[in-house]
């Protein structure tokens, strides 16, 4: 049972995935009603790969920026062109998104899920859950 749904879970990803790749190729420039340049599409999934891969650490727009090549407001104008969120947003999207396996799959405090998912305090991970599932991650959990 438990299989079958990570492989419900996984298929499900896989979908989501592949319909934000093609949103995204198929996103104009909200400025100018052009299509955004390959190369800025290409550091913007550069940012979306380093962001996934260290969402609990702190990420700053600097470092963002010079990872994308471009001006800290070009970055974050074009990644919510793309993605119709925000780089905070993403990042918190990503730390809840794990929170929530975790909540699942493990007997973790909240206290230790929040710290590993970048959180110093674990009433921000409270706060930011119960923005996004409507109710605590104790009440999630069970």
């Not at 190369?39 to 600097?62: P, R």
């Not at 062109?81 to 809840?96: A, D, F, L, P």
């Not at 110093?120 to 009440?139: M, Q, V």
């Amino acid at each position: 049972m438990k299989a079958s749904r990570i492989t419900v879970e996984a298929k499900i990803y896989e979908i989501i995935s592949y319909l934000a790749s093609y949103l995204k190729e198929n996103r104009l420039n909200e400025e100018n009603g052009q299509p955004i340049n390959k190369t800025d599409l290409q550091a913007l999934d550069e940012l979306t790969h380093y962001m996934d891969e260290h969402y609990s650490f702190n990420i700053t727009l600097q470092t963002l920026s010079t990872i994308a090549c471009m001006s800290e407001s070009k970055m974050k104008r074009l990644f919510k062109s793309v993605y119709n969120m925000s780089i905070t947003e993403y990042i918190q999207r990503k730390r809840i998104s794990v929170a929530e396996h975790m909540l699942i799959q493990t007997d973790l405090t909240i206290a230790e899920i929040s710290r590993i998912v970048g959180y110093s305090n674990p009433s921000r991970l409270i706060e930011i859950f119960k923005r996004y599932y409507g109710f605590t991650p104790s009440k999630y959990r069970k």
